[in-house]
């Protein structure tokens, strides 16, 4: 970069310019051995000599600049620039500091006004086009490519989000709605990426680090999640989504008080939210007050019947409560497979061949298949079935995270598929074209469970084992498989479906 030497409009006497010019060389030197300290103090001494000097100012932006502090090298390149504004370099730098600070409208402003004064060359061209990316989509884009988005329009949306990220890599907008696609599909890696992303870029906006504090959660990185959503809350204290996925948080670190205050911050925001009166279920489960827990559960689905997930924790809640009677607790549970079972009208066909002599293929699904105790005791079951050539295993995971329990356990089966991003048809429509004659569910009613994909009858033969100590409630899964310490043949048949 160029120094410049340019002096105030007033000379100064002849003895006070060679003082000047000899600081100016010196500073010049500290600063190219790497001294910038040094520099500084020459440079200020300068300044104390002659406060407009263009070149001690364009000195110390540039010092500023190099050590990563664009906001204190702004104010000396302006000053600069005032100076002496034919030194095309005191524009170039300047501008350079106001792209680094990320303030593109006021460096959109100050390349036209040089551009009227002659800025012209390859270096003031790059800053053209380096400001082009930075802009903004207009707001009829953003609104048509969130429409997709809220629309459950998946393909389209990331399509949208991508090319939102190539024109305009340095707006959050497209990493956030790339990160909301992403998180929707199941790859929690890549959505954490993106809005981490989105979040450098609009460090301010609290969806988006209400979104990111979710994605913190379900990777397990409680500490940091709880931090975002903080912040998240204090920039937008009437965000109730934001308010939930504090409380979800404090949930998954045992601070169950502290979760409790956050959901009822989101249910008085919000009464009516979807997930927060869910939230506040389980929190109350887990703060031992079953009562209530389920009072709320029922409440939910009254609002929404077809909330599978309050359904099923209330399910669960259910089989813990002591004066629930196995006869009730059966009914409960044959109540959500007729809610799920109506709405998914299982399948009584399949293309699966029945010639005896072929491979059988059997699916396990579930969001255990990690550092869990389902996962410990299925893992001998997949080393056997793995040395069986009559047999052949396919694992359909539902949890967007892998941990070294998950890549042990993918060794030991022929076919793997992370399904945490399918909807209930896409799951229906793999199992199908994988053609698996049978299909066990080690989940039951825990989260993370697929029992309305279940309920679509995607296999021809489908059993629940180990995850849930009981009936899915599911004419559609066929068997319960259980010792017979655990269930003496024909004593408990009526409670399964």
């Known amino acids: 970069m160029h120094y410049c030497d340019a002096m105030s409009s007033l000379p100064p006497g002849d003895e006070v310019r060679q003082i000047v010019t000899e600081a100016l060389q010196a500073a010049r030197r500290e600063a190219g051995a790497g001294n910038p300290g040094q520099a500084v103090a ?50 170039l730098d300047y501008l350079d500091a106001l792209v680094a600070a990320r303030q593109f409208a006021t460096a959109l402003e100050l390349l036209a006004l040089g551009r009227q004064h002659g800025l012209e060359g390859k270096a003031a061209d ?19 490519a969130a429409a997709l988005f809220n629309g459950g329009q998946l393909e389209e949306a990331g399509n949208a989000a991508y090319a939102l990220i190539e024109q305009f890599p340095q707006h959050a907008f497209g990493w956030k709605l790339l990160g909301g696609v992403q998180h929707q599909r199941g790859d929690l890696a890549q959505s954490l990426h993106a809005l981490r992303t989105a979040a450098a870029h609009a460090p301010d906006d609290a969806e988006t680090l209400s979104n990111l504090g979710l994605a913190l959660m379900r990777a397990g990185e409680l500490a940091e999640s709880h931090e975002v959503l903080l912040r998240a809350t204090a920039l937008q204290p009437d965000n109730a989504h934001a308010h939930n996925h504090l409380a979800i948080t404090l949930m998954e670190m045992g601070q169950l008080a502290d979760a409790h205050a956050a959901v009822d911050t989101a249910l008085a925001l919000a009464p009516q939210h979807r997930q927060a009166g869910n ?65 998914a009208r299982p399948s009584q066909t399949w293309d699966n061949t029945r010639a005896p002599e072929r491979t059988l293929r059997v699916g396990f699904i579930s969001g255990d298949l990690r550092n869990h105790a ?45 399904v945490a991003g399918l909807n209930d048809a896409a799951l229906d429509a793999l199992v199908r074209a994988d053609g698996i004659d049978i299909l066990v569910d080690l989940s039951g009613h825990t ?24 009936t899915t409630g599911l004419t559609a899964v066929d068997y319960y498989m259980a010792d017979r310490l655990l269930l003496p043949p024909g004593q408990y048949d009526h409670l399964f479906t």
């Not at 790059?126 to 989509?137: D, G, H, V």
């Not at 279920?281 to 029922?298: C, S, Y």
């Not at 989260?447 to 009981?470: D, E, T």
């Open 126 to 144: 790059a800053i053209e086009r380096q400001l082009a990316t930075c802009s903004a989509p207009d707001a009829a884009t953003i609104d048509a």
């Open 279 to 343: 939230t506040l279920a389980q929190v109350l489960q887990q703060r031992n007050r079953p009562l209530e827990a389920v009072d709320i559960f029922r409440s939910v689905l009254a609002r929404d019947p077809d909330h599978t997930d309050a359904h099923s924790n209330l399910l669960f809640c259910l089989s813990q409560m002591a004066g629930v009677t196995p006869a009730d607790l059966t009914e409960e549970h044959r109540a959500y497979g007729r809610r799920v079972e109506a709405r």
């Open 447 to 470: 989260s993370f469970n697929r029992l309305p994909a279940l309920a679509r009858k995607p296999a021809p033969v489908q059993a629940s084992w180990i995850g849930y100590p009981g």
């Open 374 to 418: 389902v996962a410990h005791f299925i893992e001998p079951v997949f080393e056997r079935l793995a040395g069986r050539p009559s047999i052949v295993v396919h694992a359909y995971y539902n949890f967007p995270l892998h941990d070294a329990v998950t890549e042990r356990l993918r060794s030991h089966v022929a076919h793997w598929r992370d």
């Open 42 to 91: 020459l440079y200020g001494a300068v300044l104390d000599l002659q406060p407009g000097h263009a070149g001690a100012h364009h000195g110390l932006g540039l010092l500023a600049r190099q050590a990563g502090d664009p906001a204190t090298a702004i104010p000396h390149f302006a000053a600069a620039l005032q100076s002496d504004p034919n030194e095309p370099d005191h524009w």
